[in-house]
């Protein structure tokens, strides 16, 4: 696994006015590929040991370069789910006790096909499948895998709750590199 570029976010900066500290005391955001020819988005600076254990990732086979990471997509989700994780109470216990948890967030501009109209976001991420691949990383924390949702993958979950995540995990891992996020992937509710 290769760093190929990071970016900070920065409070200084006004782009990020409001944007939550981190626990582990710094924000910032890398680019990661694998040997596998993935790239995996990764958070440091969620984690202290104490408050929060996980670092939040997004795999993806779409790859990027140095130049266009801290504008795409892929970024840009775990950059918002960034925004969700410090706040969520007893995050641990949520996933120890119903193992997936689904986030909505909200994209301006996002492409219709990926995107609802509902006042909790307009994007759903599904958190919480396991790539046991991914051995590299610091044993300090624990990845917690971020998943882009199809809209009807996000209705589903919001109406079935707990039985829905799971259900969608199952359809999930029946697909060829289930933790990965990409644009072309169909759903799996039809």
């Known amino acids: 696994m290769d760093l190929i570029t990071e970016f900070e976010i920065n409070n200084l900066n006004p782009n990020h006015y409001g944007y939550p500290e981190w626990p582990g005391g ?3 955001l890398q680019l990661y590929d694998l040997d596998s020819g993935l790239q995996l988005v990764v958070t440091k600076g969620l984690s202290d040991n104490h408050l929060s254990r996980y670092e939040i990732y997004l795999e993806t086979d779409e790859l990027l370069n140095g130049n266009n990471f801290s504008s795409s ?53 599904f958190a919480g499948l396991e790539n046991d691949n991914l051995s590299d990383f610091n044993q300090a ?35 060829e590199n289930s933790t990965v996020s990409n644009l072309y992937r169909k759903s799996v509710i039809n």
């Open 73 to 125: 997509w892929q970024a840009n989700l775990v950059y918002e789910a960034g925004k969700i994780i410090p706040n969520v109470p007893n995050l641990e216990e949520r996933l120890n006790k119903n193992k997936y948890l689904c986030l909505q967030i909200q994209i301006d501009g996002a492409p219709p096909e990926w995107s609802i109209n509902d006042s909790n976001g307009n994007i759903g991420l």
């Open 141 to 175: 924390f624990i990845p917690l895998n971020i998943k882009l949702m199809r809209p009807e993958e996000l209705m589903y979950c919001i109406q079935h709750d707990r039985i829905g995540r799971n259900h969608l995990a199952e359809l999930y891992k029946e697909q």
């Open 26 to 28: 710094y924000r910032w």
